[in-house]
């Protein structure tokens, strides 16, 4: 998957730190399951729209729902551009 | 996905039928704008003015219109002409829009704030309060209802204290308005402000401040007015003398067809909205693993249809996300642009989720993000 857009999120609380990015493809459920590599899954396959949420070891947290190309990330207040560049660096 | 909107604390959905009918047809019609030199439509605003007024139960001359709460807000604020040592009494379940004016005339002028806290049962202190008038305050702020926990305040007795003590008193009907009757008369209110945006149901951009006869408010902004060109300062009458610049017209003559909508559906509105409230409260309440903030005790006829809650052990951010993005709720998470009650909540860092349903919700979609809620907490 690659990175398509990548969109700053305004609001009241991390408005510096959460970015909303666009990929070239929405998540299957393999992609998903592939990102327990990365930190904690949480997988609530049963809603609606499944959704997942990845809580990465430097901190980063990865959300989306499956199907969908877009996923919201929220770098670490701590090291929010090092958090960043390894993000990228991994989709890019 | 099916979508369900339960965010009409922060904007109104739907509009009410006709008000983007009627507001696309004026800024189609050149006539509109021939108004502006006398010759076109003038009475637009006028018949606008007048159904607010109705609605108030009070003199159309006396309603101002402006952009929002927040103008209206700081219009009332800033134009009762405070200074240094003056002391304003407002409470901390306040939103920015009078928190932050107030914060602002206590760094420039040395204004002196009182906050009103809440006691144990989520009530603003009454004894606080009477010591607080007890130091001759020039102004008291408070809000009709919270926009966080919907409760609503005591205001006519404390007002009518607050008057007895010299004080000039400020309502922020922003919640309540096109909710509940909001009589200024009634309440003993000098100035009141809201938008047309929530409880009216109207466009966004636009909003009210009503001053009492007896009130003087110095303008915070002062321009044009359209008449009286030939003065040097901006003219004496009312509404004029708070309503400088080129109005919204397009906004107001659409927010005429949702006041007269709300006016004529009173009734039906405020137990459609009680009924709905009661049974997502109820619904709430039975789940395990959901906490709600206030409202254990209150009466139907105590608040108005917003609720707010958290899930034990999920993420305030991920709790918005999978409501949002899995559920198709549309919601709002955060500390409602009202930072202060949160201590008292102990919603703090976060704040909460807040559902706010209108009479415009059906029964059904209640139904559904109560299930999705008790799914979150499973």
Redesign the interface.
């Known amino acids: 998957m690659k990175i398509v857009d990548i969109k700053k999120v305004e609001n009241c609380f991390d408005g510096d730190f959460v970015f909303k990015y666009l990929f070239d493809a929405g998540w299957t459920h393999s992609e998903i399951i592939h990102m327990e590599m990365l930190g904690d899954l949480r997988y609530y396959q049963s809603f609606p729209r499944p959704m997942f949420q990845v809580t990465c070891s430097d901190g980063t947290v990865i959300k989306g729902v499956e199907n969908d190309p877009e996923c919201r990330i929220i770098f670490p207040r701590e090291n929010p551009t090092s958090a960043r560049k390894n993000f990228e660096a991994r989709f890019g | 996905?099916?979508q369900i909107y339960l965010n009409n604390a922060t904007d109104a959905y739907p509009l009410i039928s006709g008000v983007v009918e009627t507001m696309a047809s004026y800024m189609q019609n050149p006539t509109s704008f021939s108004g502006r030199d006398g010759s076109g439509n003038p009475d637009c605003l006028f018949r606008c003015r007048s159904n607010v007024a109705e609605l108030l139960e009070v003199h159309p001359e006396q309603i101002v219109f402006l952009s929002g709460a927040t103008h209206g807000l700081n219009a009332a604020i800033l134009g009762v002409s405070l200074k240094p040592g003056d002391l304003v009494i407002t409470s901390v379940t306040e939103h920015n829009s009078v928190l932050r004016p107030l914060a602002r005339l206590q760094d420039l002028l040395g204004v002196r704030i009182a906050y009103v806290p809440l006691t144990d049962d989520m009530r603003l202190d009454d004894k606080l309060f009477n010591d607080f008038l007890n130091q001759k305050p020039r102004l008291v702020v408070l809000n009709h209802a919270g926009n966080v926990t919907g409760r609503i305040n005591p205001v006519r007795p404390w007002f009518e204290k607050a008057k007895s003590a010299g004080a000039t008193t400020l309502l922020d009907a922003s919640q309540t308005v096109g909710r509940i009757p909001v009589r200024p008369r009634e309440l003993s209110a000098d100035l009141v402000v809201f938008p047309g945006h929530k409880g009216l149901r109207g466009p966004l951009g636009t909003g009210v401040l009503w001053v009492a006869p007896e009130v003087s408010l110095a303008p915070a902004f002062v321009g044009g007015t359209g008449y009286k060109s030939e003065l040097r300062e901006q003219p004496e009458e009312m509404p004029a003398r708070l309503e400088a610049g080129t109005p919204n017209t397009p906004a107001f003559v659409g927010l005429e067809q949702s006041v007269l909508y709300i006016r004529n559906n009173f009734a039906d509105i405020i137990a459609a909205e009680r009924s709905l409230t009661q049974m997502l409260y109820r619904g709430l309440s039975e789940i395990e693993n959901v906490q709600i903030f206030d409202g254990e005790n209150l009466a139907e006829d105590e608040r108005i249809p917003i609720l707010s809650f958290r899930i034990a052990g999920m993420e305030l951010?991920?709790a918005g996300?999978?409501l949002t993005?899995?559920?198709?709720i549309h919601c709002r998470t955060?500390?409602h642009?009202a930072p202060l009650i949160h201590s008292y909540l102990g919603s703090l860092p976060?704040?909460t989720v807040r559902f706010s349903p209108s009479f415009a919700t059906p029964k059904e979609d209640i139904d559904y993000a109560i299930d999705a809620v008790r799914?979150l907490a499973a």
């Open positions: 996905m099916r951010d991920q996300f999978a993005e899995s559920f198709g955060g500390l642009c976060d704040g799914r």
